[in-house]
């Protein structure tokens, strides 16, 4: 079984940077597809970014390339998200996720998330 706690979250101005971190528990993180998704409210659960098992392959939404970066430790079973020049629409609750494939990052796809962490953008 896979645990994922989250981390970073808060309140940030328009223009600033957070970094968000997840751990994971259990001897498999290695073999984890890590994503985060987000979900503002209102709205449905959202991709924003995916990392391969090595961290060799990444992939992003649209709206967040060229701002936000993911990034993995294995040895540390951790997973980043850097975020910077935050927008108005960024604010929701992000999530971590994981699964043992790749593919198309489908929310429902992922068997393993965290519990999520707050990320508010003030103008």
């Known amino acids: 079984q896979v645990q994922l706690v989250e981390s970073g979250g808060g309140l940030v101005q328009a223009g600033g940077s957070l970094r968000l971190s997840c751990a994971a528990s259990?001897?498999?993180?290695?073999?984890?597809?890590m994503a985060w998704f987000r979900q503002a409210p209102g709205k449905d659960r959202e991709f924003v970014a995916r990392?391969?098992?090595?961290?060799?392959?990444?992939l992003y939404t649209d709206s967040v390339k060229g701002r936000f970066t993911i990034s993995r430790d294995n040895a540390k079973n951790t997973v980043n998200l850097q975020m910077n020049s935050l927008k108005p629409r960024d604010p929701a609750v992000y999530y971590c996720?994981?699964?043992?494939?790749?593919?198309?990052?489908?929310?429902?796809?992922?068997?393993?998330w965290g519990q999520g962490t707050q990320v508010t953008v003030s103008s």
């Open positions: 996720a994981g699964r043992y494939y790749s593919g198309n990052p489908v929310s429902s796809k992922y068997p393993y």
């Open positions: 259990g001897r498999t993180f290695s073999n984890l597809v």
């Open positions: 990392i391969t098992w090595t961290g060799g392959i990444t």
